[in-house]
């Protein structure tokens, strides 16, 4: 999945010097910019690699025969092809461009709720999953009259699997589709989906995985997972807004019906019947985010110009620097303790209303979201209104955590 030319050690100054956006100041004080889980910040290759498309090739794609527009369409399909290595899918007609994991998500459902579900049978997701992994299922589950199920979230936050210890017996011989995220937004939980997707297949469940807070940290491999698809968004993984991706099995794909429709899906239009283009465009309808897509591929090179392994094990530390620091402040409590995590620490406050911390945040230059994250029932779970989440990149540091560990406790006195 790399290339051969990867930088040898890991260098966050080098890093930060490819993000003009780290030179910012906020409210006069330098930036320190943890909101890397609602969107990652750009660096200057990929948001140069977007202008140029405007600047010098401009056109649309697929349609043209002039310069301009062969010279789009090739851009926009070695992005393409750029994903299919990172993510190690069989064939590039298995990518699909969206505009975000919460396109692909309703994509994946409407087009699984078409295909497999009837009266009675049983979508399962856990009780972790952002807003756009439980909104399009109950939407395809009300159209065909199927169940929504979930498997529950412990107290550490992790997923519950019941009496046995790896079986899952939320399976039953009504479930057809399995829909988990990779990565919990909120908590930063691994989940174990490999084994979740290997427990599926034997019960021939159809796999959709959630992959919106994997992809930038972890290596993803389409294969090895064995999924059926995958879905995530661009824009979370250092590339731009309004991109996304989901990855599908050639013959699943095959099988699946069109989600919109429009021009480039198709194959033969008439009034009485029309027939659809071949994959991948027979899911891409419209004209699509070129401009974005050539950002996106760009973001996935630029990714393997590094060690994925050393920026995970970068942001690692600064989950554990950040989490032993916070603990330190009078009445501070992490939701979300799984052995697994990716660098996202989510916390609440006795006495502090996580809004009015973020707002004091904010005023010291540092960014963390507030709220309940999209994930309202998992904030029920444990019985808060939101969290404060402070949620690391590849281009962070030790300093800047001690800046909102220092930030924190100052906000604390005030809020008290
Ligand atoms: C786990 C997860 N799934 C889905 C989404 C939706 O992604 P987007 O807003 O890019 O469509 C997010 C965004 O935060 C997410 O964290």
């Known amino acids: ?51 140029a498309y ?28 750029t994903i299919r290595k990172h993510i190690n899918a069989k064939h590039a007609h298995e990518v699909i461009f969206t505009s975000g994991t919460t396109a692909s998500m309703n994509l994946a ?48 936050g992790e997923l519950a699997f019941g009496s046995s210890d790896h079986l899952i017996d939320q399976f039953t011989d009504r479930t057809r589709i399995l829909a988990i995220s990779h990565v919990s937004n909120t908590l930063g939980t691994i989940n174990p989906v490999k084994e979740l997707i290997a427990e599926a297949k034997k019960r021939s469940i159809i796999t959709v995985v959630d992959g919106a807070q994997a992809i930038a940290h972890l290596d993803v491999d389409v294969q090895d997972l064995g999924c059926d698809l995958y879905a995530f968004s661009g824009h979370k993984a250092y590339g731009p807004t309004g991109t996304g991706v989901l990855y599908g099995r050639e013959e699943l794909l095959e099988r699946m019906p069109p ?47 590094y060690d994925k392994a050393a920026m995970a094990k970068h ?54 979201r507030t709220g309940h994250h999209c994930t309202q029932p998992l904030m029920e779970h444990f019985g808060v209104s939101g969290t404060t989440r402070a949620s690391f990149a590849c281009f962070n540091t030790r ?9 924190t406790r100052k906000a604390v006195k005030m809020l008290r």
């Open 54 to 81: 405007y600047a010098t090739i401009n056109a649309n794609v697929h349609r043209g025969v002039h310069t301009l527009s062969t010279k789009a369409t090739e851009a926009q399909e070695a992005a393409r092809e």
């Open 1 to 51: 999945m790399k290339t051969a030319a990867v930088k040898p050690a890991f260098d966050v100054e080098e890093i930060r010097a490819q993000f003009p956006i780290l030179k910012e100041l906020v409210h006069g004080k330098p930036l320190v910019y943890f909101d890397n889980a609602a969107t990652s910040q750009k660096p200057r290759r990929v948001i140069k690699a977007e202008s």
């Open 399 to 407: 300093e800047e955590v001690g800046a909102m560990v220092a930030a």
């Open 259 to 305: 989600w919109q429709g429009g021009g480039e899906m198709i194959d033969v239009v008439t009034f009485e019947k029309t027939t659809y283009a071949k994959l991948p465009f027979k899911f891409e309808a419209g004209t699509p985010h070129i401009a974005g897509i050539i950002g996106l591929g760009e973001a996935f090179r630029w990714m393997e110009d």
């Open 109 to 156: 459902a409407f087009s699984l709720g078409q295909l497999l579900l009837k009266k009675s049978d049983e979508v399962l997701i856990s009780g972790m999953e952002h807003h756009a992994n439980i909104v399009p299922w109950q939407l395809a589950c009300e159209r065909h009259g199927a169940k929504l199920k979930v498997i529950p979230v412990t107290d550490s």
């Open 315 to 368: 942001e690692h530390a600064l989950l554990e620097h950040a989490t032993k620091e916070l603990l330190t402040i009078d009445g501070l409590r992490i939701i979300g303790t799984a052995k697994e995590r990716v660098g996202v620490i989510s916390f609440v406050i006795d006495g502090v209303h996580h809004y009015d911390l973020g707002t004091l945040l904010d005023q010291q230059g540092i960014a963390v």
